[in-house]
T-cell receptor, first 115, second 109 residues
Framework: GAVVSQHPSRVICKSGTSVKIECRSLDFQATTMFWYRQFPKKSLMLMATSNEGSKATYEQGVEKDKFLINHASLTLSTLTVTSAHPEDSSFYIC???????????FGPGTRLTVL | GQNIDQPTEMTATEGAIVQINCTYQTSGFNGLFWYQQHAGEAPTFLSYNVLDGLEEKGRFSSFLSRSKGYSYLLLKELQMKDSASYLCAVLDSNYQLIWGAGTKLIIKP
């Protein structure tokens, strides 16, 4: 099956710093990538959808200036959490799909802890 | 509004069979997915149904009835490693995935 990698898998940072998370599709071209966050014992919450070469579409309530998304190529999308605060601590998961009628393949997730 | 309903938690015995139901009300329908998610890990794909009927894949089967807005995931010969959350998700008319809250399945020996 298709493989999506995510880096780093775990990051601990101080409040006020910025953190970049990378999501890569390793063996297919991802026309669309998705960023989710998940709090403990809760379901996935879609943050934004990004199509290669265009601006990301953010879900209601997600601050686009705080969560910067770049999808510069068909195999790479990045999420930057700017000026992170303890409430941003969460499990961030990316997914990618090749075409609209195919399943999303998930990266392994990044656990962010902001002290 | 769009809504996906599935039970919060289920308990079953090792070696038994369990059925996890999912009902949905969405704006359009382009398929229904089931994902498995172990604690602290990302979801992994289990099945995709777009036509009515039963799809069997090893110990796991998934059923869809579009007219009833209903699906179920059937797990046979349960193993301890099947303890996980099972997420139902529907691809709506905009090809956006609408997620259920997940069903936590607890397997007891």
């Amino acid at each position: 099956g298709a493989v999506v990698s995510q880096h780093p898998s775990r990051v601990i940072c101080k409040s006020g710093t910025s953190v970049k998370i990378e999501c890569r599709s390793l063996d297919f071209q991802a026309t669309t990538m998705f960023w989710y966050r998940q709090f403990p014992k809760k379901s996935l919450m879609l943050m934004a959808t990004s199509n290669e070469g265009s601006k990301a579409t953010y879900e209601q309530g997600v601050e686009k200036d705080k969560f910067l998304i770049n999808h510069a190529s068909l195999t790479l999308s990045t999420l930057t959490v700017t000026s992170a605060h303890p409430e941003d601590s969460s499990f961030y998961i990316c997914s990618a799909r090749e075409t609209s009628d195919r399943e999303q393949f998930f990266g392994p997730g990044t656990r962010l802890t902001v002290l | 509004g769009q809504n996906i309903d599935q039970p919060t938690e289920m308990t079953a015995t090792e070696g038994a069979i369990v059925q996890i139901n999912c009902t949905y009300q969405t704006s359009g329908f382009n398929g229904l997915f089931w994902y498995q998610q172990h604690a602290g890990e990302a979801p992994t794909f289990l099945s995709y149904n777009v036509l009515d009927g039963l799809e069997e894949k090893g110990r796991f089967s998934s059923f869809l009835s579009r007219s009833k807005g209903y699906s179920y995931l059937l797990l046979k010969e349960l193993q301890m490693k099947d303890s996980a959350s099972y997420l139902c998700a529907v691809l709506d008319s905009n090809y956006q995935l609408i997620w259920g809250a997940g069903t936590k399945l607890i397997i007891k020996p």
